[in-house]
């Protein structure tokens, strides 16, 4: 029998080489690559720290714009939507609705610090009351607000009679 001489089993996985060991070139790699992992991990921690931090704030803000309309936030939002009717009058369908309270938002800011989530939903929600019909041109005239302009079956209103 020939005997064959048996085989060392080579190492392996990553070998690490000390620093004083390694060339100029070597050396430049390794910082290289040490920098790249320190900024992929501070991108991850920030990430994650926005998504605690911003997730939080959503839900604050979530709850508010759901919240219940107080008798404040009725009377503000019912005054800014009642000028917007107006000019176009009151709306018949969700989508005049939904346009108003954009219209009524971007023309009248609702008094406080609210933030615009809120303010949207507290015109939102008064606007598709006057749509189906929850509330009337009484509520504006109640809120100092009248509308005396009527409707045409385009949507359009004629414009509010000058006062005299």
Known sequence: MNATPTQQPSKKGIELIPWSDLSPGQKAGRGGVIAVALIIVLAALRGAYGMLSGGRSESVSATQATAELSAE???????????????????????????????????????????????????????????????????????????????????????PAAPH
């Open 73 to 159: 936030d009725r009377k503000d939002g019912i005054q800014s939507l009642c000028r917007v009717f107006q000019i176009y009058g009151i709306p018949k369908t969700d989508t005049e609705a939904d346009s108003a309270a954009k219209n009524a938002g971007e023309l009248f800011k609702l008094p406080g610090n609210l933030p615009p989530e809120r303010s949207n939903t507290i015109l939102t929600t008064i606007a598709h009351e006057f749509s189906s019909r929850q509330l009337t041109a009484k509520d504006c005239a109640d809120a100092g607000q009248p509308v005396e302009a009527v409707s045409t079956d385009e949507g359009v209103a004629s414009p």
